[in-house]
């Protein structure tokens, strides 16, 4: 007979669907019993997406069987609905930043679709709006706050912890401002979720309305560590509007509510160009994809932004388009999102 703990080893070795990462750590594995004759498994999965059960029953059948051949297996798969996004601190969650009133990930299903220009334009937009803000950079392998907010200087460390970097009514800290600026970063997850933690933890942060997280690129191990180590309110996933953007968009969405972060809505980067000259509106790409995936996926579009030369221009330089044009159509958009985000967190 095969023994409890030994069962539990066993299922360590079965990795989540889609992930690396084993279902014991994942924390679905809710009830292991073992007799004489038979193995019951129950799994609790904290989402409402029930297409990964055949999956994950298969999965845990077969490597059990293989392992324990004289007993018979039997797995049962239940779900944990993900909350829809609340109004009110989830105060059980918290583990770091006490001093922080609401975590938001600024977060994409693939590189190169404007993800750190938009946290960076939408935390000054939302300091501008009159709340106390943080921007931490935990887009390790790629950490671009310094120079999308001409940040030169390092923070302050009095010995016991490193203050953040204030720049445009925003406190800031990022990797960018403690390693070389022409130094790869090439770590493994491990190394990654103590980095994460210890810019978390050990920083002087104050009194926070609102702390913006500009998370990695993509939706792997590196992504869901850091997705449950910083204990997130809520997540803003940020697109373009061609379908293979969109398509890894979706799966960002479904990533975050795999571990039970709730999706707050998705914003269309690059969405059109806006002539200077007549203020024509053109759709470069395609036009409504993301707006009909917001509908499917019962989130919301918290708004368009166009492609402009001023936008990339307000990266490159340190002043990004919200400070540096407020008044401008670009700005205004950015503007347009952050009043969506300050209505959902109710932090007026």
């Given at each position: ?50 297409s ?40 059980e ?9 609401y ?7 693939k590189g ?114 850091l ?5 997130l ?20 969405v479904?990533m ?8 707050m ?56 388009v ?17 009043e ?9």
């Open positions: 007979m095969a023994a409890k703990e030994a069962v539990v080893e066993a299922l360590k070795e079965v990795s989540y669907p889609g992930f690396s990462r084993d279902i014991v750590s994942f924390g679905i594995v809710q009830g292991v019993e073992v007799s004489d004759t038979a193995i019951q498994i129950k799994l609790v999965v904290k989402s409402d997406d029930t990964i059960d055949d999956k994950l029953k298969t999965s845990v059948q077969e490597h059990l069987e293989e392992k324990f051949s004289g007993q018979s297996v039997n797995v049962t798969v239940e779900h944990q609905t993900a909350p829809q996004f609340s109004t009110q601190p989830q105060e969650k918290v583990t770091y930043l006490s001093t922080v009133k975590k938001v990930a600024v977060a994409s299903g190169g679709v404007g993800k750190s220009t938009v946290a960076v334009n939408l935390a000054v937009a939302l300091a501008k709006l009159g709340l106390k803000v943080g921007l931490l950079d935990v887009d390790i392998y790629g950490p671009s706050i310094p120079l999308m907010l001409g940040v030169n200087d390092k923070p302050y460390y009095d010995g016991k912890k490193i203050f953040p970097i204030e720049k445009f009514g925003v406190q800031l800290m990022s990797l960018g401002f403690l390693v070389d600026n022409n130094e790869a970063v090439i770590w493994r997850g491990s190394l990654v979720h103590r980095a994460v933690q210890q810019l978390m933890n050990d920083v002087a942060w104050p009194e926070l309305d609102v702390m913006l997280f500009d998370m990695p690129p993509g939706t792997g191990d590196a992504q869901l560590t997705s449950q180590s910083v204990s309110d809520g997540a803003v996933i940020v697109s373009t509007p061609q379908d293979v953007a969109l398509l890894d968009a979706v799966k960002g479904k975050f509510r795999k571990v039970n972060v709730p999706i809505g998705i914003v269309e980067n690059m969405s059109y160009f806006l002539c200077p000259h007549c203020g024509e509106r053109t759709n470069i790409f395609s036009t409504g994809g993301v707006k009909k995936e917001c509908d499917k996926l019962d989130t919301a579009l918290l708004g368009e932004i166009p492609i402009d030369v001023a936008i990339r221009t307000g990266g490159d330089e340190g002043v990004p919200v400070q540096a044009d407020p008044d401008g159509a670009q700005a205004k958009a950015f503007l347009e999102i952050a969506n985000v300050k209505q959902k967190l109710q932090t007026a």
